[in-house]
């Protein structure tokens, strides 16, 4: 109960402390707020560009075409290769006939002239499935060496950029915002400080009259949590109804069908924990660096 | 009974200044204690000694049953919840009034409401301000001042109530008036009262038990003594 109260007493006087120093505590809500607005941004951004990476990984094939000359016993050797080949997820063989017939329900001109055509100048070919975007191009390096297939294509060069734009895109905003967490921290970290030196008196006083170390410091931690909670308000609502209608508007797709964006629900519902979790333990952490540093009991 | 128990202790600060030596004094429980010594004699580290403020160096010092030399900074709170502290300036919270600055000590400890009220008007009544419970510090003159931090260092109804010098900053009228309620407390609550002060007209006035300090060392040690007695051994 002692405990109870005492903790009861410590939130009171944090809330109480965060509007006595209004303007720096609005100056560390600010922070954070900016803070976790690119934080959500970041996570927003990558958690797609992993869909959009597993919508590739799902949808990118590799195109065995075969020389006109490949023997059936060829045929069936690269197809007894492909199974034992560790990225490849799975194959499918398809005859010249097939392409042909496929290409002529595409457009009627491309019908008019195969029609015109007396020999099929298609190739027959595999549609290969791997299992890793990554090593896409290693496959397929691996087919060429046959000297019975002409080309194994899968549209190099623009999945790689592709890839490498959103990794980049990525990269650089987690930099930023972890730059961005430190400064938040450290301006939560100032604004505890000088909590800590207007409250000097009163800090004094309990020590002298028998309050423990922790009941002391523990004002001073709560306001740095209510400092994250405040600041990470903004940030949640914005989450929510910023991405669910950027989902509404886009239809779900952004530019082409292949860039699919994640349904709101469940999750914005993670997006909203995970920056109210940052803005909690950010706030925390400055204000445990300020107490550790200055408040010396 | 003993409540404090100093046994050859030594304060040496770190530059080297050696505050208190081989210091060693026994005090009982309800007595009321001189503490006198000029400027820089060591009487204030020997003070800060007993409530922790300062650690000995060397040797033992025993308040309430616990050795404070042994004692970690994060256990300095189960010795400060058995005594009550008074200083010369006063250390008030300016914003809060009468009643609150006794209350604080004990919502600091996490004590329950329903018991809070009792104890805090009780400890101002006993002071003597119970007509000004709702004023603020400002509102007050430096004696009543001083009463008010008298009766929040009352309020936990300590055992042993420390004062440093808390006559310093007022007239000789309100420092009787304050020696008065310090002399009551002990003598009916059986607080004991070890005080630090300059004050010679007190000191020979109370007839209480004076040590005195001199160069960090316990120079003398006299039941009922005054000033006078610290002079001779000075000349001696």
């Given at each position: 109960m002692r405990a109870l109260r005492i903790l009861s007493r410590s939130i009171r006087d944090s809330f109480k402390s965060v509007f006595r120093n209004l303007p720096l505590s609005m100056a560390s809500i600010l922070c954070t707020t900016i803070t976790l607005v690119l934080v959500a941004v970041a996570i927003f951004l990558s958690y797609n560009?992993?869909?959009?990476?597993?919508?590739?990984?799902?949808?990118?094939?590799?195109?065995?075409?075969?020389?006109?000359?490949?023997?059936?016993?060829?045929?069936?050797?690269i197809q007894n290769d492909l199974k034992t080949m560790d990225n490849v997820d799975n194959f499918q063989l398809k005859t010249k006939e097939e392409w042909k017939a496929e290409m002529k329900q595409e457009s009627e001109t491309l019908e008019t002239t195969l029609d015109y055509l007396e020999e099929n100048p298609l190739l027959d070919s595999i549609i290969v499935t791997v299992k890793n975007v990554d090593d896409l191009s290693e496959t397929a390096d691996k087919l060429r060496e046959y000297?019975?297939?002409?080309?194994?294509?899968?549209?190099?060069?623009?999945?790689?950029?592709?890839?490498?734009?959103?990794?980049?895109?990525?990269?650089?905003?987690?930099?930023?915002?972890?730059?961005?967490?430190?400064?938040?921290?450290?301006?939560?970290s100032n604004t505890i400080k000088l909590t800590i030196f207007s409250r000097k008196t009163e800090i004094e006083i309990m020590r002298l009259v028998g309050a423990s170390n922790t009941s002391i410091k523990l004002p001073f931690i709560f306001e740095g949590f209510i400092l994250?909670?405040?600041?990470?308000?903004i940030p949640i609502a914005a989450s929510v109804y910023g991405y669910t209608i950027l989902y509404n508007q886009t239809g779900g797709y952004v530019f082409t069908k292949i860039i699919t964006l994640v349904k709101p629900f469940p999750f914005v519902l993670y997006v909203s924990i995970i920056l109210l979790a940052i803005g909690c333990v950010v706030g925390m952490f400055g204000s445990w660096r300020a107490v550790r540093k200055y408040l010396k009991i | 009974m003993k409540l404090i128990k100093v046994e050859h202790a030594y304060k040496i600060y770190k530059n080297g200044t050696t505050a208190v030596a081989d210091l060693s004094v026994t005090i009982d429980k309800g007595?009321?204690?001189?503490?006198?010594?000029?400027?820089?004699?060591?009487?204030?580290?020997?003070?800060?000694?007993?409530?922790?403020?300062?650690?000995?160096?060397?040797?033992?010092?025993?308040?309430?049953?616990?050795?404070?030399?042994?004692?970690?900074?994060?256990?300095?709170?189960?010795?400060r919840r058995k005594l009550g502290v008074v200083f010369q300036d006063?250390?008030?919270?300016?914003?809060?009034?009468?009643?609150?600055?006794?209350?604080?000590?004990?919502?600091t400890l996490g004590i329950p409401e329903s018991?809070?009220?009792?104890?805090?008007?009780?400890?101002?009544?006993?002071?003597?301000?119970?007509?000004?419970?709702?004023?603020?510090?400002?509102?007050?003159?430096?004696?009543?001042?001083?009463?008010?931090?008298?009766?929040?260092?009352?309020?936990?109804?300590?055992?042993?109530?420390i004062c440093d010098e808390p006559t310093g900053n007022l007239d000789p009228e309100t420092s009787k008036g304050i020696m008065k309620i310090l002399e009551n407390i002990n003598q009916t609550l059986g607080t004991t009262i070890i005080m630090a002060t300059h004050d010679k007209e007190l000191v020979n006035k109370m007839k209480k038990r004076v040590l005195v300090?001199?160069?960090?060392?316990?120079?003398?040690d006299t039941k009922k003594g005054s000033y006078k007695v610290h002079e001779s051994v000075k000349n001696s």
């Open positions: 560009v992993r869909e959009v990476t597993n919508t590739l990984e799902r949808e990118l094939t590799i195109v065995v075409y075969l020389d006109k000359e490949t023997t059936e016993e060829q045929k069936t050797e000297d019975f297939v002409s080309s194994a294509e899968y549209g190099e060069g623009m999945v790689e950029n592709i890839i490498g734009i959103f990794d980049a895109v990525s990269l650089g905003t987690v930099a930023m915002v972890i730059a961005l967490v430190c400064v938040t921290a450290f301006l939560i994250g909670v405040f600041g990470s308000i | 007595e009321f204690v001189f503490v006198i010594g000029t400027t820089g004699s060591g009487k204030s580290t020997f003070i800060k000694m007993l409530y922790r403020e300062e650690k000995p160096t060397k040797g033992k010092v025993i308040v309430g049953g616990i050795d404070v030399a042994k004692l970690r900074n994060s256990k300095v709170y189960k010795l006063f250390k008030l919270l300016p914003k809060l009034t009468v009643y609150e600055n006794v209350a604080f000590a004990l919502e018991e809070i009220r009792p104890k805090v008007l009780k400890a101002i009544d006993a002071v003597g301000l119970k007509e000004k419970t709702r004023n603020l510090p400002s509102e007050l003159s430096g004696g009543e001042q001083q009463r008010v931090a008298i009766a929040r260092a009352i309020v936990n109804n300590p055992k042993l109530l300090i001199e160069n960090g060392v316990l120079a003398s």
